[in-house]
């Protein structure tokens, strides 16, 4: 929106063209994002105590997570209004890759806030069931992998990509609307699983979606991408917008949600972070960059599988509980060692996904 204003100021003075530059605008939709966030929250966090909007912790859980009862939690739906707010601000609204993020992040938002509203209202950590929950994120993965998958600048694109090999890819045809759907819905249930304490969740995301901008900048110019081997995807470099977007709205959530967490970011917030983090990745094609990058939660998801795998076939646990944070919790790690620890192994995934642009 603003951005027009740009263009239009620019007949009256050629200082406005600045705002034509990519890179200067993803700045300011970080520092926008980021000013959102610190206006909003302090008030947001009186409604949300003044609602008794409130985390319920499942009984199951490590007994230290039973003086969490009563945090706010929801917080991830004001995350998302500063990611919508800096992306509508300035990006081009004509770009179709914007609107594909924006819709899937938004869809999955209101799967997740029903999710939250139903734990809520029942004071139960169980809310919306499980397989109601998987239809709709699945009903939505494949009605936007059909669109991608028919989309022209997509129908020379429809291969998966392998990290670190030039000009090595596979072939996927139809199949592409499958990889597309268990992106979106695997990267969306690995976040909400790996949201299990304060500030884990958000800040693997900020890099893993920072790191997916870079690519989308490179994919989307033709230079970079020709000297670099990619694949060469017109207008998806508008991407860079919303990832940055991002980066400050979850820094500015972050500042709150910091051990000891002053509020959650709720189903309303993993669930939807999580399919933007793979709709991006569909998008700029780097789906097993995705995989690296985004290691621990896929570690956090594994751990969940092996665990009701092992117990259903041995009647043994594998890890004193599930996901992992949780067994380190028990081991008697202190929840701000485990949170850093992590956050220090999703720097050195990103960094070696982030690789991968020049080592092919």
Not at 193 to 203: R, S, Y
Not at 311 to 338: N, Y
Request: with cysteine; charged share 10%; hydrophobic share 50%.
């Amino acid at each position: 929106m603003l951005l027009w204003l740009t263009e239009y100021l620019q007949q009256y003075y050629s200082g406005f063209r600045v705002f034509q530059y990519l890179t200067f605008r993803a700045i300011l939709a970080i520092l926008t994002s980021l000013v959102i966030s610190f206006i909003i929250w302090p008030f947001m966090l009186k409604l949300l105590v003044k609602f008794n909007l409130n985390q319920t912790i499942r009984a199951r859980g490590p007994e230290r997570h039973y003086d969490k009862s009563g945090t706010p939690t929801m917080g991830g739906g004001l995350l998302l209004i500063g990611v919508f707010s800096s992306t509508l601000l300035w990006s081009k609204l004509s770009n179709i890759h914007i609107w594909l993020v924006l819709l899937v992040t938004i869809a999955y938002g209101i799967i997740g806030f029903v999710d939250d509203y139903l734990k809520i209202k029942k004071s139960s950590s169980n809310g919306l069931p499980a397989r109601y929950k998987f239809l709709s994120q699945s009903l939505v993965a494949v009605i936007v992998g059909i669109y991608i998958y028919n989309l022209p600048q997509y129908q020379n694109h429809l291969y998966l990509l392998l990290p670190y090999i030039k000009h090595t890819t596979i072939d996927l045809g139809p199949l592409f609307i499958v990889l597309t759907y268990l992106v979106i819905v695997g990267s969306s249930n690995a976040v909400n699983l790996t949201d299990g304490l304060d500030g884990l969740a958000i800040m693997p995301a900020v890099l893993v979606i920072g790191a997916l901008g870079i690519f989308a900048y490179v994919s989307g110019n033709v230079s970079f991408s020709s000297y670099l081997a990619l694949p060469y995807l017109n207008g998806v470099g508008e991407l860079l917008i919303f990832c940055t977007a991002f980066i400050g709205a979850g820094l500015g959530f972050l500042w709150f949600n910091t051990y000891p967490a002053q509020v959650f970011m709720g189903d309303i917030g993993a669930l939807s972070i999580g399919a933007a983090m793979g709709m991006v990745a569909v998008l700029v094609r780097q789906e097993l960059v995705l995989f690296i990058m985004g290691g621990l939660f896929v570690v956090e998801t594994i751990s969940v599988v092996l665990q009701v795998a092992s117990f259903k076939i041995t009647g043994r646990r594998i890890f004193k509980m599930a996901p992992v944070h949780h067994h380190f919790e028990l081991k008697g790690w202190p929840e701000p060692k485990i949170i850093v620890r992590f956050w220090i192994v999703s720097v050195i995934l990103v960094l070696i996904g982030l690789a991968s642009i020049k080592v092919r």
